[in-house]
């Protein structure tokens, strides 16, 4: 296993992400909620960047005791990060696929020593 640098912590500031170059491949790393999450760049649908789309909160249907649909809305407790080639999403806590929750992105330890962030590949 090999520490690979990611960032100063000065410089990796909230809601931030870095993707580094690793010998396995490329790693998409994020900074979300004061936690640092490491996956894969490599979309499971087909290879794309996974790590390198748009960052949103997990869309919730509005669905009303009669079973009609009143629209949507956020919720900002959960974030999903969307491969931008096709659209697949991911949990940013589990890299957990929304549309098919057996597919995972390859994840990967991220350690802080003192103000510097690595990745562990």
Same mark, same amino acid.
């Given at each position: ?5 990611? !960032?100063?912590? &000065? ?7 870095? +993707?580094?170059?690793?010998? @396995?491949?490329?790693? =998409? ?20 960047? !996974?790590?390198? &789309? ?7 249907? +509005?669905?009303?005791?009669? @079973?009609?649909?009143? =629209? ?24 957990t696929c929304i549309g098919d929750p057996r597919l995972k992105l ?16």
């Open positions: 296993m090999t520490e690979l640098f990611v !960032a100063k912590l &000065g410089d990796f500031k909230e809601g931030d992400r870095r +993707i580094v170059r690793s010998p @396995k491949g490329e790693i =998409g790393v994020f900074h979300h909620g004061g936690a640092f999450y490491a996956y894969a760049n490599n979309c499971v649908h087909s290879g794309g960047p !996974a790590c390198e &789309g748009i960052t949103i909160p997990k869309v919730v249907d +509005i669905i009303a005791e009669d @079973k009609t649909y009143h =629209g949507q809305t956020f919720d900002e407790s959960e974030m999903h990060f969307v491969c931008p080639w096709h659209g697949y999403e991911y949990d940013l806590k589990t890299g390859r994840r990967y330890d991220v350690v802080q020593r003192d103000d510097t962030v690595y990745v562990i590949a």
